[in-house]
């Protein structure tokens, strides 16, 4: 089963930028399409951008322009550039696999934008 341990959240004003890194465990990192995924209490998780195997990126329509995914599979790593942050984008933000839940969910990493 592959582990997900996602970092790189914490607290950044209204227009600045984080960078979130998640790193997976096993061999066979590249050839899984990834996502990023994000969480606020109460509300169901949404889906925030996925990646594929050859590095096709998509995006919901609420963050397009502002995060770019990518991914090192030398690293078994999936990043998410997130710019110009907005209250809005304050969640937990997970990883997993383009395919919701199909790995087993990591602790995931906090994201809040907050003057």
């Known amino acids: 089963q592959v582990q997900l341990v996602e970092s790189g959240g914490g607290l950044v004003q209204p227009g600045g930028s984080l960078r979130l890194s998640c790193v997976a465990s096993?061999?066979?990192?590249?050839?899984?399409?990834m996502g990023w995924y994000r969480q606020v209490p109460g509300e169901t998780r949404e889906l925030v951008a996925t990646i594929g195997s050859g590095g096709r990126p998509n995006y919901a329509d609420s963050v397009k322009g502002r995060f770019t995914i990518s991914r090192d599979n030398a690293k078994n790593t999936v990043y998410l550039q997130m710019n110009s942050l907005k209250p809005e984008d304050t969640a937990v933000y997970y990883c997993n696999h383009a395919v919701m839940g199909y790995f087993e969910w990591g602790q995931g990493t906090q994201v809040t934008v907050s003057s």
């Open positions: 096993g061999s066979a990192f590249r050839a899984y399409a």
